[in-house]
C-alpha cells in the first residue's frame, strides 16, 4: 500500500478514535493488568495501544495509527 492509498481522517472520525482511545486507556487502567494481557484479551493491538496511549499523554495525533 502505497501513501496515497493510506485512508486519512476527518476531525469527526479523529475525535470519536480519541473519546474511544480514552475509553480503552481508562478500562485498562482500572483492569489492574499489564498492557499486554489487557490488548490480548480485549483483541487491541499492543502497538496501537502504545501509540495511542502516547500520543494521548503528549497531546498529539497518532499520525501513525491506522484503524
Known amino acids: ?3 496515497q492509498e493510506i485512508p486519512s481522517f476527518g476531525e469527526k472520525e479523529h475525535q470519536d478514535a480519541i ?4 475509553d480503552r486507556l481508562q478500562a485498562w487502567k ?12 480485549n483483541h487491541v493491538s499492543l502497538t496501537g495501544f502504545s501509540i495511542w496511549k502516547e500520543g494521548l499523554k503528549k497531546n498529539r495525533r497518532p499520525e501513525a495509527m491506522i484503524l
Open 30 to 41: 482500572e483492569s489492574g493488568m499489564t498492557q499486554k494481557a489487557w490488548c490480548h484479551e
Open 1 to 3: 500500500m502505497n501513501e
Open 19 to 22: 473519546i474511544r482511545w480514552k
